[in-house]
């Protein structure tokens, strides 16, 4: 009953600054010994987004009856969030899932949805795919087996039961693979959601399911919207599509 009702920190967010200059990077990882073979991914952000990840971690101190050091750089109480033809939004907790959803429900026929995840269980994201499935989008969706933890063998819960389920409910409009862990984990954490000409990639800490979108745990995501062929949205495609395809000759992933 403890380990059912654990609330957990499950932010992975790094911010440095340097007077005039600061950098944010947020990432699926855990900093730990024991995750070193994991697949993870992150990204990293330079620019007034540092503000709100100072916002959100000065808060959690604040709950943990500490205090943040005072920033190098003064707060801009008119934070712009437009560079390089890039939107760029730090959320936290529920807010990630509001933003996952809306972008799913938005994609009609022919767009595409690419996702690399550890866990997927949350119901709403769940009936959301199969749904965009029916409009006609190609989703393809890579997921660990959940079958290793740090030397010990799982169960396949929730991923495998959720893969066959989206294999049925979508007449296999949906494509699963597995990444082929052996002791390691694949751990990363991302969405990218073509739409039209635009796309929107989300990724960081969260993991798809009720205990991390619905305010349980504490996480942090970041958003990023821009065109479709922008040089960071391509070099994700390209991440997601060499695991999928194997290429190269290179081995990551194996047919449900």
Same mark, same amino acid.
């Given at each position: 009953?403890?380990?059912?009702?654990?609330?957990?920190?499950?932010?992975?967010?790094?911010?440095?600054?340097?007077?005039?200059?600061?950098?944010?990077?947020?990432?699926?990882?855990?900093?730990?010994?024991?995750?070193?073979?994991?697949?993870?991914?992150?990204?990293?952000?330079?620019?007034?987004?540092?503000?709100?990840?100072?916002?959100?971690?000065?808060?959690?101190?604040?709950?943990?009856?500490?205090?943040?050091?005072?920033?190098?750089?003064?707060? /801009?109480? %008119?934070?712009? +969030?437009?560079?390089?033809?890039?939107?760029?939004?730090?959320?936290? %907790?529920?807010?990630?899932?509001?933003?996952?959803?809306? +972008?799913?429900?938005?994609?009609?026929?022919? /767009?595409?949805?690419?996702?690399?995840?550890?866990?997927?269980?949350?119901?709403?994201?769940?009936?959301?795919?199969?749904?965009?499935?029916?409009?006609?989008?190609?989703?393809?969706?890579?997921?660990?087996?959940?079958?290793?933890?740090?030397?010990?063998?799982?169960?396949?819960?929730?991923?495998?039961?959720?893969?066959?389920?989206?294999?049925?409910?979508?007449?296999?409009?949906?494509?699963?693979?597995?990444?082929?862990?052996?002791?390691?984990?694949?751990?990363?954490?991302?969405?990218?959601?073509?739409?039209?000409?635009?796309?929107?990639?989300?990724?960081?800490?969260?993991?798809?399911?009720? +205990?991390?979108?619905?305010? $349980?745990?504490?996480?942090?995501?970041?958003?990023?919207?821009?065109?479709?062929?922008?040089?960071?949205?391509?070099?994700?495609?390209?991440?997601?599509?060499?695991?999928? /395809?194997? +290429?190269?000759?290179? $081995? $990551?992933?194996?047919? $449900?």
């Amino acid at each position: 009953l403890d380990m059912l009702n654990f609330k957990a920190n499950h932010r992975k967010v790094f911010m440095a600054d340097r007077k005039d200059h600061a950098v944010v990077i947020l990432t699926s990882g855990n900093p730990h010994d024991g995750s070193s073979a994991h697949s993870n991914v992150a990204l990293k952000i330079s620019g007034n987004i540092w503000q709100d990840v100072y916002a959100a971690e000065a808060a959690i101190a604040k709950l943990s009856d500490r205090k943040l050091q005072e920033p190098l750089q003064e707060i /801009d109480k %008119e934070i712009r +969030r437009e560079a390089e033809h890039a939107k760029i939004v730090f959320l936290t %907790e529920n807010p990630i899932k509001k933003q996952l959803h809306a +972008r799913i429900r938005q994609t009609t026929a022919n /767009d595409e949805i690419r996702m690399a995840l550890f866990y997927l269980s949350d119901r709403q994201i769940i009936k959301a795919l199969v749904d965009a499935s029916e409009r006609g989008v190609h989703i393809k969706v890579i997921l660990d087996p959940n079958k290793d933890a740090f030397g010990f063998e799982k169960i396949g819960v929730p991923n495998q039961p959720v893969a066959e389920e989206l294999l049925n409910r979508s007449s296999s409009k949906i494509q699963v693979r597995w990444y082929d862990t052996h002791g390691e984990q694949f751990h990363t954490k991302l969405a990218l959601i073509k739409h039209g000409t635009q796309a929107t990639l989300l990724l960081g800490s969260a993991n798809f399911t009720r +205990r991390n979108l619905n305010n $349980y745990n504490l996480e942090a995501n970041v958003s990023v919207t821009a065109e479709d062929d922008a040089l960071f949205i391509k070099a994700v495609a390209d991440y997601f599509d060499m695991i999928w /395809d194997n +290429r190269d000759g290179k $081995y $990551y992933t194996v047919s $449900y």
